[in-house]
């Protein structure tokens, strides 16, 4: 199994703990593990320059650190994406990661391989709730196409991973067990959600008719990809 890991923030703090604990139980001896840490891996600033969907994503100006990334990501049988809980949102080094992975949305030019992968979203927060994060990180895979991602949300009560008390200690450890044996399921059988097929069907018809023009790039890879006729990503 291969896991990509992309860290919202470059400290070790409660959300990284949270993370890590959930690897050590979903991950073998033989399982590979490729971390990220934003900001210092992540690109610049998107710059709305529209290079990634008219032209190609190499065109944009921060491909040297964005295609590591994803590269990384399409290799991976599951994908987590973890950040403190930053003003009721992901931090904002993960957002503008996001922002550069727009092209790889399913509206434009999804990579067929994110159809069959697993997402697990990580937050805490020292006391508000950690929920809209997980779920708008969550939002961001599903639009790549990833079928099912699981959620970790913590209130730690903690201002860092020295302040946990022991009952936190204990539920991150109980949380973190859960969601790496569905987890665990999920890699076993993996396969496209009804959402994922619906979506992929609508913007299908989009790409195929005559007013896909307007951009030949997203339209072209439906075509190359073969997506315009019979031939669907989740299927061997």
Known sequence: ???????????????????HTVLEFLMSSEDELKEFFLPKDGPGFCVGCNNCFLKGEEHCP???????IIKSMEEADVIILDSPNYVMEMSGGMKNLMDHFAYRWITHRP?????TK????????AGALANHTVRSMAKQL??????KVYTFPLISNAMGVNDLNEKKEQQIKSKAQKVASKVKKRVQNPHASLRSKIMFSIFRKMQSSPD????????DWWINNG???DIRPWRK
């Open 227 to 229: 997506w315009t006729k």
């Open 1 to 19: 199994m291969k896991i990509t890991v992309i860290h919202g923030q470059s400290h070790k703090g409660v959300t990284y703990k949270m993370t």
């Open 118 to 125: 697993v997402g697990i979203t990580i937050s805490s927060s």
């Open 142 to 147: 599903k639009w790549m196409g990833v079928p």
């Open 62 to 68: 921060g491909a040297d650190k964005v295609q590591p």
């Open 212 to 219: 896909a023009g307007w951009n030949p790039t997203d339209r």
């Open 111 to 115: 990579h067929g391989k994110m159809f």
